[in-house]
């Protein structure tokens, strides 16, 4: 067991090593920290930490660096997480309140979170099997073309505006607006094609020529949720820091931009008791991503959990303002979700 003075020195060397980017000595330590001992007696607490494999010399300086172990321990010891400011919580309210629909929202989140953590931000859509359908409408625009909207309960809302060739009549738009409601309104989205196509032969006379035209487009809608998605901003702030990946930073940009692989990572991912899940450099299980941190937290619908928003980063960053940045930009997005 790690006795308390060499934890409360790993503590500080990681503090200054994400300030300063530079190795930690034990000198620097006794000047900028109150530990009360010599310096000699610090670099003895370091020896323990270094043979726990919590630090490392980066080459034949005095000073010492976090390894992951070291960095995980320092969070998992976190008494505190670094709360946002007053600015930083006016900005969020003020970035989500002009969204009005579930693209834009996620889109603004994306980039509040880049800026507020100067790291990669992404944010994963509502998967197919979480949401429902809340509404179907059609909407007359001239006597040949017709705006459908498909409203799911995430909030997010799909519109597509469709050519009737052989034109329609008021009268068959409203009924075949109710008819669909009437058959998918409240029902998952993965068995609203099902529930149509099965369907189909309840509708006769002149609805039919228009049905036909307008349930494949429906069908089109659903499938385009049905397409897991992760929104990413903020590439350029990991292209600033490329120093701090060994050879080239382009297989890491690579596995970021691979939706499939950033889906299956943060999919495998537990809230912590932080209330955020985080993977430290070589816990990932992509190659790509073994000098990155990737932090995430679970934004919810209806008092559930529908997807995951969080940052992707070197391991050296700012744990304690990232969770609480993550953690307070999912809290309003819940929040925002629900009065789309």
Known sequence: MIPERPLEVLKAIVQDYIQSNEPV???SLVERHSFGVSAATIRNDMAILEEEELIAAPHTSSGRVPTDKGYRLFVDRLNEVKPISNAERAA???????SSDLDETLSQTARLLSQLTNEIALVQYPSLGKASVRHIELIAIDEKRLLLMLITDSGRIQQH???VASGYEATAVEKLRNFLNDKVAGKPLSQVNKTLRSSKDE?????QALANTVIPEVALL???NSQEKILLAGTSNLAKRQGEFPGSISPVL??????VVLLKLISEMQADQHGVSLRIGRENTVDALLNTSVLVSGYENQGSEVAKVGVIGPTRMDYSSNIG???AVARYL???????
């Open 25 to 27: 000595g034990s000198k």
């Open 92 to 98: 969020i309210e003020g970035f989500l309140s002009k």
């Open 161 to 163: 505006v469709m050519e």
């Open 203 to 207: 509708i006769a006379g002149p609805l």
């Open 222 to 224: 659903v499938d385009a």
């Open 254 to 259: 690579e596995a970021i931009e691979e939706q």
């Open 325 to 327: 940045a993550v953690r």
């Open 334 to 340: 819940t929040q925002s979700l629900g009065g789309l």
